[in-house]
């Protein structure tokens, strides 16, 4: 099964879940807990490995975490070990904060910049994506020189492309038609 594909059905599952007990930030704290501990990739190799038996696994789940997240995230996270699945676990939280952003209006933008951009430059155009988007929009954003300058945004499913190099493959089509 594809990785992104289980993923987003862990996530929906989990968000029912936490939509019917209202815990929707209880789970998004739990879930990043859960994501951060299998950055100790001594801990994530266990879990994933098929020949430790489940049992074994469960009780280093257990012993490691019992204490620090609710016992149906330790349910999630022992049955992704049980099936051998547990490098999921980041994607599901992503797909997670998409489902509770979702739920609360908010929109995801992308923001491409061919150098890194400041706090106050990402909060200005967050702001004026809120105004197109008509409604809050939550920021990422990369780098990626090939754009030569300018940015690129997409909200859902706009794509507002400012870049340089976009321009530039524009002013050439239109010299090509032009001769």
Do not use: C
């Amino acid at each position: 099964m594809p990785k992104s594909a289980s993923a987003r059905r862990y996530a929906q599952a989990v968000f029912q879940i936490a939509l019917e007990r209202d815990e929707l930030d209880v789970w998004i704290e739990d879930l990043s807990l859960l994501a951060r501990a299998l950055e100790n990739r001594k801990l994530a190799e266990y879990l994933d490995a098929p020949q430790v038996p489940v049992e074994r696994k469960i009780e280093v789940i257990n012993g490691s975490l019992g204490d620090t997240v609710g016992p149906l995230a330790l349910n999630l996270i022992s049955l992704l070990a049980s099936r051998n699945i547990v490098p999921v676990m980041p994607d599901v939280v992503d797909q997670y904060q998409r489902l509770l952003d979702s739920h609360r209006g908010i929109e995801q933008a992308e923001i491409v910049s061919a150098v890194s951009l400041d706090d106050q430059q990402q909060q200005r155009i967050a702001e004026l994506l809120s105004d197109i988007a008509g409604k809050e929009v939550r920021v990422t954003a990369r780098v990626d020189p090939e754009i030569i300058g300018g940015l690129l945004a997409r909200v859902g499913d706009r794509l507002i492309d400012g870049s340089t190099r976009t321009k530039i493959q524009t002013m050439r089509r239109n010299l090509v038609e032009q001769r």
